[in-house]
């Protein structure tokens, strides 16, 4: 695999991080994960502006423009002869001595990225997941794609063993997200999702879902529901760049509506499948 890092395509072994860097000390820093279909990157733009967002909302300043990230990301496609798969881009602070505050000296940001491939997951589209609430012990700024992700790693681990595939972030009662995805609930043909605010992680895809609703016709509303509405719901969904458009069949060994992937649901996955650069097979 060839790593981009501080401005040079390498070998993994090539790459040199320093252990003062703040990544690594303090998750101090942003990241973007860039599906790849056919060759091509979907939605870059759209995940570059994020990344320069959550890099300014920590007052970091990105060395690069957002064109001359995505042609990096582009450049690793090919390098990597990536068809299926994504791109992983990271921005940290850059390397000094162990001190919380930033780095008074000209210290620069450094930039990591690679791509890999990675199929579809088809199986999960077609049979939907099982899922699992947990406490959302986060901090107040979600809205950050940061590598601070301890909380979001301790909720998919309880997950996971429970055998479920995504764990529902719950804060005060108010389903969330996912701890890497976003949660869709559809109940009387409406489509709700968490509005985007400081809470949550506004997910490209969750963006893209939503145009996907205006487009078809289907009512979405970004608004606020409980665990026990998510329950009652008649198709549940969670959609992320790797995940998709998937169905969640079951929230805490409850079965949602008929415990398969929904009209709704469906629907919206062929329109996804649709967008998607030249022809997705699957
Ligand atoms: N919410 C969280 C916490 C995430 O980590 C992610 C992505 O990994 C998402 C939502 C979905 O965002 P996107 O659709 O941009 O991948």
């Known amino acids: 695999t060839i790593y981009f890092i501080d401005?040079?395509?390498?070998?993994?072994?090539?790459?040199?991080?320093?252990?003062?860097?703040?990544?690594?000390?303090?998750?101090?820093?942003?990241?973007?994960?860039?599906?790849?279909?056919?060759?091509?990157?979907?939605?870059?733009?759209?995940?570059?502006?994020?990344?320069?967002?959550?890099?300014?909302?920590?007052?970091?300043?990105?060395?690069?423009?957002?064109?001359?990230?995505?042609?990096?990301?582009?450049?690793?496609?090919?390098?990597?002869?990536?068809?299926?798969?994504?791109?992983?881009?990271?921005?940290?602070?850059?390397?000094?001595?162990?001190?919380?505050?930033?780095?008074?000296?000209?210290?620069?940001?450094?930039?990591?990225?690679?791509?890999?491939?990675?199929?579809?997951?088809?199986t999960n589209l077609k049979d939907g997941v099982a899922t699992k609430t947990v406490d959302d012990i986060r901090w107040l700024r979600c809205d950050i794609k940061s590598l601070n992700l301890l909380g979001n790693v301790m909720a998919k681990q309880e997950a996971h063993e429970a055998e479920c595939a995504e764990a529902i972030f719950v804060r005060d009662g108010i389903v969330m997200e996912g701890s890497s995805s976003n949660m869709f609930g559809v109940k009387g043909g409406v489509v709700y999702t968490h509005p985007a605010t400081n809470l949550i992680l506004n997910g490209i895809t969750r963006r893209v879902v939503m145009q996907l609703c205006a487009d078809l016709g289907i009512q979405v509303e970004e608004k606020e529901f409980t665990t026990e509405e998510a329950f009652e719901m008649d198709e549940f969904i969670m959609t992320s760049t790797t995940a998709e458009v998937t169905p969640v069949i079951s929230i805490d060994g409850k079965q949602i509506g008929s415990g398969a992937p929904g009209p709704i649901t469906m629907k919206l996955q062929e329109a996804f499948a649709k967008q998607l650069p030249l022809a997705v097979i699957g």
């Not at 162990?98 to 997951?121: D, G, K, Q, W």
Request: hydrophobic letters at 35%; a negative charge.
């Open 7 to 122: 401005g040079q395509f390498t070998e993994k072994d090539g790459v040199k991080i320093s252990i003062d860097d703040r990544g690594y000390y303090f998750g101090d820093g942003v990241y973007e994960v860039i599906k790849v279909y056919n060759g091509e990157l979907y939605t870059a733009e759209e995940h570059m502006t994020r990344l320069f967002q959550s890099a300014s909302k920590i007052k970091l300043a990105i060395p690069h423009t957002e064109r001359q990230l995505i042609e990096i990301a582009e450049e690793l496609v090919k390098k990597n002869e990536i068809d299926t798969g994504h791109v992983y881009m990271q921005v940290t602070r850059g390397a000094t001595q162990r001190l919380h505050h930033f780095p008074e000296t000209n210290v620069s940001p450094v930039v990591t990225a690679y791509a890999i491939l990675n199929p579809r997951p088809l």
